[in-house]
């Protein structure tokens, strides 16, 4: 069993890199639709596999544990993040769950008690591919920004090092 989720981690990751390596291909080509698709598919197969391995006992168990433990005013503000990706899926699914805008904590762990891995499965086919295509360059450009803002400061230490060395003395 250890095994088999291991290899499926594995498989997941190399389907990860090289969509992702292809993806940059397909950008360079001009075909976005295709790209889009591409970065919604890997994602959800991505979502597939964790929950394949997953044990649903303990972690049906950790998140109920989370949300009891979550003040009110702390889920409400998640919750509209999530509502926000749920509201689009078919209304049957909404209907099953019992998901609305004003959706309480406690309506949420009896959601979660319920829940099962095929329809989880559904949730995952039904999450709007436009809505991981935008999480996902949201995540490439608060990357690159974070890569941006570091070497602006590595490129400041070099400046002030140079700095003090023309000024004859000889640490930085």
């Given amino acids: ?3 088999k989720r291991l290899l499926l981690a594995k498989a997941a990751v190399l389907l990860l890199t090289i969509s992702l390596l292809f993806y940059g291909l397909l950008l360079a080509e001009e075909t976005p639709n295709l790209g889009d698709k ?3 598919s890997t994602f959800k197969t991505l979502a597939k596999t964790f929950v394949a ?3 649903m006992d303990k972690l ?3 998140n109920i544990r989370k949300l009891n433990k979550m003040n009110e005013a702390k889920f409400r503000k998640r919750y509209a993040k999530v509502y926000a990706t749920v509201k689009e899926l078919p209304i ?3 209907l ?3 998901i609305t805008e004003a959706m309480t904590k406690e309506q949420a762990v009896r959601s979660i008690e319920s829940v099962n891995k095929p329809d989880i499965y559904r949730l995952i086919d039904n999450i709007p591919d436009a809505f991981i295509v935008v999480e996902f360059r949201q995540y490439l450009s608060r990357t690159k920004q974070q890569i941006q803002d570091n070497n602006s ?3 400041v230490k070099k400046l002030w090092g140079k700095m003090i060395a023309k000024s004859g003395n000889t640490k930085p």
Avoid: F, N, P
């Fill in 1 to 3: 069993m250890v095994y």
């Fill in 38 to 40: 591409l970065i919604a």
């Fill in 53 to 55: 391995s997953a044990d």
């Fill in 60 to 62: 049906k168990t950790e």
């Fill in 92 to 94: 049957q699914m909404r």
């Fill in 96 to 98: 099953k769950y019992g």
């Fill in 153 to 155: 400061i590595t490129q």
